[in-house]
């Protein structure tokens, strides 16, 4: 399924903002963790970086669907009361703004590779 990786960065989003606040603890308590840890905070804020400006492609509207849907993790239902639209509508405009966080992703997949 081609929106594997939008799905998985959306879902883990919140792990990723959490992760680096950890990282950046355990480095103030211990700087000889730096060195270990450094490279994957660096990993994390890249992939944080290239998801935020993939929201910024999006409008408002698919913005508010996608968060709440894999993000928060509402159901379908919940998203269309949450948003006033039908479930229905609310799956094409997730449709659409994956479809736009695909190409953004895309465009700096080389970014998420380790190097």
């Given at each position: 399924m081609k929106n594997n990786v939008s799905i998985h960065l959306l879902k883990n989003y919140k792990f990723?903002?959490?992760?680096?606040?950890?990282?950046?603890?355990?480095?103030?308590?211990?700087e000889r963790?730096?060195?270990t840890l450094t490279p994957e905070k660096e990993q994390l804020e890249k992939t944080s970086h290239i998801l935020q400006q993939s929201f910024k492609a999006l409008t408002d509207t698919e913005y508010s669907v996608i968060y709440k849907r894999f993000v928060d993790e509402y159901c379908w239902k919940n998203v269309?009361?949450?948003?006033g639209y039908s479930i229905r509508h609310c799956?094409?405009?997730s449709n659409k703004a994956i479809e736009k966080m695909n190409t953004?992703?895309?465009a700096n997949r080389?970014?998420?590779?380790?190097?």
């Amino acid at each position: 399924m081609k929106n594997n990786v939008s799905i998985h960065l959306l879902k883990n989003y919140k792990f990723i903002q959490v992760r680096m606040k950890n990282i950046d603890l355990e480095i103030s308590l211990d700087e000889r963790k730096a060195e270990t840890l450094t490279p994957e905070k660096e990993q994390l804020e890249k992939t944080s970086h290239i998801l935020q400006q993939s929201f910024k492609a999006l409008t408002d509207t698919e913005y508010s669907v996608i968060y709440k849907r894999f993000v928060d993790e509402y159901c379908w239902k919940n998203v269309a009361i949450e948003t006033g639209y039908s479930i229905r509508h609310c799956q094409r405009i997730s449709n659409k703004a994956i479809e736009k966080m695909n190409t953004m992703i895309a465009a700096n997949r080389s970014k998420l590779v380790k190097t």
